[in-house]
């Protein structure tokens, strides 16, 4: 399976900020959607991630001055992402060796998606449970 069926199978919206946002901004989004992360957009194009990761490193340098700060100050530009093709299982691989929760599915260029390492686990779970349950039918007609 890939990324692509991964997010046809959801009809979830793709949050996003921007890096002229104020930490204050992105963390409400953070907390009123109730999510992880945020890709940081440049128009279609991502120039980073903002997490809850980030929150915390920032809080710890800026102290009560951190909400005032802007997301491009502390988001990760590092950006890994996937495209389209990537298969889930290559993607979980690449997210559990980087040490990543999130990864934003490009296309052209363009931000087409946002998935987590909960969604790849989700299918890799449902993905067990149908070939489990495959096997008990063919076990049983035998």
Known sequence: ????????????????????????????ILAEKRIGALPVLDGDHVAGIFSERDVLHCVRRYGHEAMAKHVRDVMTADVISVDLGKSAIGALSLMTKRRIRHLPVVEDGKLVGFVSIGDLVKY???KIENEAAAMRDYIQSA
């Not at 959801?10 to 996003?16: A, G, K, M, Q």
């Open 1 to 28: 399976m890939t990324i692509e069926s991964i997010l046809q199978a959801r009809s979830d919206e793709i949050y996003s900020c921007t890096a002229d946002m104020s930490v204050s901004q992105a963390v409400e």
């Open 124 to 126: 890799r779970i449902d």
